[in-house]
């Protein structure tokens, strides 16, 4: 199962406050072991909200659009990873790999399971027989 | 020949081949990820040469021969090393130079059964093991992997390589188990060798013309698996099913020597030696007693089939309820239309269209186009024109067979014509 691991924004991260060089080597070593162990998918960072819009669409009329910079709290991203885990117990694991930033604040990360539209493999048995029930009820 | 036209040509070989090298090297190296690189290499010098050389007589013993040698060659330079760094030593206590003669000209075909075993150890998920053997055993590339479960390349890429991981980690035997561990893995042996069974015949029904190959080496494997485990009813089931759907696959050889397929529905076609050996597998399976299996319940059903002489004969409120038991035993929207169709013909239109849209609404079914097909099948023999015609305008929208859709057409305004009256 494919996991969603959302790193909300804060304020040092909305500043483009750069981060310390031991916290860039952690975290480089952190998705490079990642990668390793065949567990990452995608790892993107979020430029600051500053050059963000967000639109509100209403059942009627137009969306309103409104300009960043939005408050750093719990609804803003910084940055995801999206990661493949037997498990929650086991992305929970992964999720505390990410290093603290240290120093600036607090950082949060909300864990979200990515909805599958993936399938299971094909049964050529019942595909097959499938085809051949439909000719007979056809010529029925 | 010109480059890309040996490249086509090792494709094609390298999708029968590599089974059989991976297998082989795994038995030397001990390490599945390394095996399929040292078998890749092999393939990578074989569109150097072959363009100049022309293809050899045995194109599969040159590449295992090339791959052997660089085998043995990696073997060597670790055993220098381990000389020097003692923790590498697991490679010399592993492979001996009798285990090397031994893999030189050793059987193949355990191998690949060796290799099933090992990739349905119990640490491995159900989803990583289909990626591993879509691979390994079924030559897939991870574009074709991640195509054929709507899923990203990514994310087959990585399960492979975590896959492989676990298995080095785990230290993964490449023994055949026996007694409770063989018990224990074989439902999922069972269920590889029928993914590659239903790899070979879907794809042949596209455009790879080698894959009646795969069919036959997943019938082989099954075969050999109901020696080893004659007890297990389920092994007979597999094999009755995949012998009887065999049947119904026929090959012929075209003007060029090229094996042209016919996917035939006409029974007179069917293969009479496959479904005997079907057959025969099946009264094996209800020997030993016990409630019919999926598989055994889904060949049962194709017994059926290929039992009736003609398809009026077809007995329909059997197979309507061996239908209701797999329903039971291993529920999903396709086995629920097929039992709709059975139920339909042994019991009437209605009841059909009464299963049919309890699963109407699922999402699994949302760009099926058997679905609006039989539903709409179904509404005609009703006298439902109008609700008829809808479902064949659905299903001919849906689907990308052409002859198909010319049929649903027809079906369509055949129901217009009607519902006018």
Known sequence: ?140 | MNRPAARRTVDAIWRIEAPKLIAALTRMVRDVGLAEDLAQDAMVVALERWPETGIPDNPGAWLMTVAKRRAIDWIRRNRQRDDKYAELARVSELISEDDMDKALDGEVGDDLLRLVFMTCHPALSREARVALTLRLLCGLTTEEIARSFLTSEPTVAQRIVRAKKTLNAERSSFEMPSGEELAERLSAVLEVVYLMFNEGYAATSGEHWVRPLLCQEALRLGRILAELAPREPEVHGLVALMEIQASRLRTRVGDQGEPVLLLDQDRAQWDRLLIRRGLAALERCRKLGRPLGPYALQAAIAACHAEAPTSEETNWIRIAALYEALSRQAPSPIVELNRAVAVAMAFGPAYGLQIVDEIAGLSALENYHLLPSVRGELLRKLGRYGEARLEFERAAAMTRNVREQELLCARAAECDARSSD
């Open chain 1, 1 to 140: 199962m494919r996991f969603m691991l959302l790193v909300k924004a804060t304020g040092c991260s909305e500043a483009g406050v750069p981060h310390s060089r031991e916290h860039r080597f952690a975290k480089e070593a952190s998705l490079a072991s990642m990668a390793e162990a065949g567990v990452l998918l995608a790892a993107e960072r979020l430029q600051p909200s500053s050059g963000g819009i967000r639109m509100a669409f209403s059942p009627e009329g137009e969306p309103e659009l409104e300009c960043g910079p939005f408050p750093a709290d719990s609804w803003l991203l910084a940055e995801y990873l999206v990661i493949e885990s037997e498990s929650m117990e086991e992305a929970i694991g992964w999720a505390r790999r990410i290093p603290a930033p240290g120093g600036c604040e607090r950082m949060e990360v909300e864990l979200r399971r990515l909805e599958d539209k993936a399938h299971g493999p094909r049964n050529i048995g019942l595909e097959n027989d499938l085809a051949l029930q439909l000719g007979m009820l056809r010529q029925d």
